[in-house]
């Protein structure tokens, strides 16, 4: 044979080969679909002070492991602990007012039935001065000091019942229903509150990330001071959209970590992600935008699916940092793709010896 026959030779058998793979690539992206876009993520809690202050005391260390409730790091205390003891001031200032303005209503209400026994007895005055005017016994000078002397007794009760009325408007409920000593409770409340903020605790169980706290640092309220790990685990993959046209929940897998090279675990599919952020519309008032793309061939969507491991094979997860890659063969329900999955993933898992 000579060369020119033998060059010939070889790339016939190159064009074939290219052939061959490129018609299995189409079908394994069909049937046995692979992606390398495949993560383990634990729920990371961001911890932020409630109130304003300087940390007085940093309880924690990076990569400690915390229970839900373990105080994190303190917050100096001394100003709220002083608007605590000005709240409880403010309460036994408005109990106070509240028993000064009840013995102005107990008085008001002495001097109202004095006022009512004086004008009972200057009407009894009045009805006799009427009689007496009629048999001309008095003068009409008397008769009109008598009837003046009601007329000012009236007013003098009406006066003081008007008084009285205030002072109960101003006072309000008796005992703890008063609305100036709930105002006051309230300002207790709140103030205890935070004070118990000065010591911030972990919301839920954890491993402390990232911390970077010192004493003497400023805190600000709902700025996010350190990250707490979960311990909950997600593992997430993300595939072309029509490699997942033949998959649905509980369909087989098969997984290799980068940081487990040559090893191959068992899971299967335990949901779909409803959607992604570019199915998400906005409502912000403005026309709809529309998609701009001069490729002839634009790139494929990517949706996401969630993973579980076996159950003798989940602890591997939780030996996983957050973010860790990994890379996800789906696997058919026939036995022969079955198989072809299984030599794919374990020829990955292989080669994450080399890169």
Do not use: C
């Not at 001309?136 to 009760?157: P, T």
């Not at 019942?161 to 105002?183: D, F, I, P, Y």
């Not at 022969?336 to 080669?351: A, D, E, M, T, Y």
């Amino acid at each position: 044979m000579t060369p020119d026959q033998k060059f010939n030779r070889y790339v016939k058998i190159s064009l074939v080969g290219f052939v061959l793979v490129f018609v299995y690539y189409i079908i394994a992206d069909i049937w046995l679909p692979v992606t390398p876009q495949a993560r383990v993520y634990h729920p990371v809690v961001q911890v932020a002070p409630q109130i304003n202050g300087r940390i007085t005391q940093v309880l924690v260390k990076n990569h400690q492991r915390v229970n839900a409730g373990d105080i994190l790091f303190k917050i100096d205390d001394a100003p709220f602990k002083l608007a605590l003891a000005q709240a409880e001031l403010a309460l036994d200032d408005a109990k106070l007012t509240n028993q000064q303005i009840n013995s102005q209503i107990a008085a008001i209400t002495a001097q109202i039935e004095a006022a009512k026994a004086q004008l009972n007895e200057q009407k009894l005055l009045k009805q006799r001065a009427e009689n007496l005017i009629k048999q001309q016994a008095i003068s009409q000078q008397q008769r009109d000091n008598i009837l003046a002397n009601y007329k000012v007794s009236k007013a003098n009760l009406l006066s003081l019942q008007a008084q009285l009325s205030e002072a109960k408007l101003k006072r309000g409920a008796k005992g703890e229903n008063n609305l100036t000593v709930r105002h006051a409770q309230n300002q207790i409340a709140q103030a205890k509150l935070n004070l118990a903020y000065t010591q911030v605790r972990a919301v839920s169980s954890g491993v402390v990330a990232n911390l970077q706290l010192t004493e003497g640092l400023y805190a600000k309220s709902g700025q996010p001071l350190l990250a707490l790990v979960s311990p909950q685990i997600d593992l997430i993959a993300d595939f072309r959209e029509k490699s997942l046209l033949n998959m649905h929940p509980g369909s087989l897998a098969k997984i290799t970590f980068d940081s487990r090279p040559g090893a191959v675990f068992n899971a299967h599919i335990s949901s779909f992600e409803a959607g992604v952020s570019d199915g998400q519309l906005t409502a912000n008032g403005l026309l709809t935008e529309t998609e701009k793309s001069n490729r002839w061939v634009r790139d494929a969507q990517r949706q996401r699916i969630h993973l579980q491991l076996t159950d003798n094979q989940a602890d591997v997860l939780n030996q996983l940092q957050s973010g860790a890659r990994a890379t996800v063969q789906l696997l058919p329900q026939s036995s022969v793709g079955q198989w072809l999955g299984s030599v794919q993933i374990r020829f990955i898992s292989w080669l994450h010896f080399i890169y």
